[in-house]
């Protein structure tokens, strides 16, 4: 069977790993991305270069597009190729405004063409493994979820001017990944509401949070969020998901249920010897997956998507993931107009 024709769409920092990913596992025929790197890029791997989205899709038709351009640009990119009928990975968040995120659903709805947002962690065996165990009714009825962002981002990474502007904290940045897990785990959001602060930095974003959620089943959920404690309970730390972080193994999310809770990412199932009763002794299963990486997983996922799966993150799923954040960065940053 011929490999599926891959064009990506920015090859900045991830979408060079879609690039790897387009090597491997299909066939890479265009980079797009108007910088020099870029060029460079496509020449080194033999493929054509175009500096515009439009004028690439004028001269190739590929099977499968991944947007992975700055997120202002993921609704006129995205709406190109769902125009040609072309299934697209759209990096997260979906795209910059509810408004656009809608857009970018209905349209894709009407014509009929597959869309996958770039939730990856969704792909990663360990999030299998808590949703198979939830869906399965181990858990009872879940009754609240408790999540951590902690963690330390260096001074060197605000060197970039647009990390210390509004929407480039952490809830835009990370926390989005984090709830979108969260929506996987628990359902969808009813409410959302959140403090924020920005006392440890000063900058013109948020570099910590508190967040409440209410979730349409009526369970409750809390998520305490922050780039400035030196901590390692994080998705990032904790997951192993990605080497570039120290592995820290241990929870980050608790899930809690009416007969047993579940720690994750470390995959620890608590549940009672006997009666549930806080006199009973309480013990913890390990459970254990085969660890995979989970942009290679989503990369798989998009060739299926492109043969007909339906996308395990869709339009939808991306925009409902978004709301809940924009509902955070509504909360008032002190100091600055909320
Ligand atoms: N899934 C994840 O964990 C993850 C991680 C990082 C970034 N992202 C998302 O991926 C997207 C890109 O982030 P990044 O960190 O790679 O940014 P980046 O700045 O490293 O890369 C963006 C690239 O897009 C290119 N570009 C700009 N305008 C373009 C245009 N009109 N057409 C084509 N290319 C254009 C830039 O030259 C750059 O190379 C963002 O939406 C971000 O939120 C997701």
Redesign the pocket.
């Known amino acids: 069977m011929n490999k599926p024709n891959i064009v990506i769409?920015?090859?900045?920092?991830?979408?060079q790993r879609h690039v790897e990913q387009a090597i491997a596992q299909a066939k890479l025929i265009a980079i797009?991305?108007?910088?020099d790197?870029?060029r460079v890029l496509a020449e080194k791997h033999g493929v054509a270069y175009f500096a515009?989205?439009e004028d690439c899709l004028a001269s190739v038709t590929p099977d499968g597009v991944i947007v992975?351009?700055?997120?202002h640009?993921?609704t006129e990119?995205a709406l190109m190729c769902i125009a040609r009928g072309i299934p697209v990975l759209i990096?997260?968040?979906i795209a910059d405004t509810l408004e656009n995120a809608d857009l970018i659903a209905s349209r894709a709805k009407a014509a009929d063409v597959p869309v996958l947002v770039?939730?990856?962690r969704r792909h990663n065996p360990i999030v299998a493994c808590a949703k198979a165990q939830i869906d399965s009714g181990a858990l009872g009825d879940i009754v609240a979820v408790n999540g951590q962002f902690w963690l330390y981002k260096p001074d060197d990474y605000f060197q970039a001017a647009w990390r210390k502007g509004p929407g480039a904290g952490p809830a835009m940045?990370n926390f989005i990944?984090d709830v979108d897990l969260l929506r996987y785990f628990c359902g969808n959001i009813a409410d959302v509401q959140a403090m924020r602060s920005n006392i440890q930095r000063g900058q013109d974003v948020e570099d910590t949070a508190a967040i409440m959620l209410r979730f349409e089943s009526g369970a409750l959920g809390t998520f305490s969020m922050s780039d400035s404690i030196a901590a390692p309970w994080s998705w990032e730390m904790t997951s192993g998901e990605n080497p570039i972080y120290p592995h820290r193994p241990g929870p980050c999310y608790t899930i809690g249920g009416t007969h047993a809770s579940l720690s994750v990412p470390d995959l620890r199932l608590w549940a009672h010897d006997g009666p549930r009763s806080w006199w009973t002794d309480i013990n913890a299963t390990q459970l254990s997956v085969e660890h995979a990486d989970s942009l290679v997983r989503q990369f798989a996922h998009f060739l299926a998507v492109i043969n007909g799966t339906p996308p395990l993150v869709s339009a939808q799923e991306g925009r409902d993931s978004l709301a809940a954040v924009l509902d955070v960065l509504t909360a008032v940053l002190p100091g600055t107009k909320g």
């Open positions: 769409f920015g090859a900045g920092l991830i979408g797009v991305d108007p910088s790197a870029a515009d989205p992975a351009t700055p997120n640009l993921h990119h990096e997260k968040p770039g939730h990856h940045i990944h």
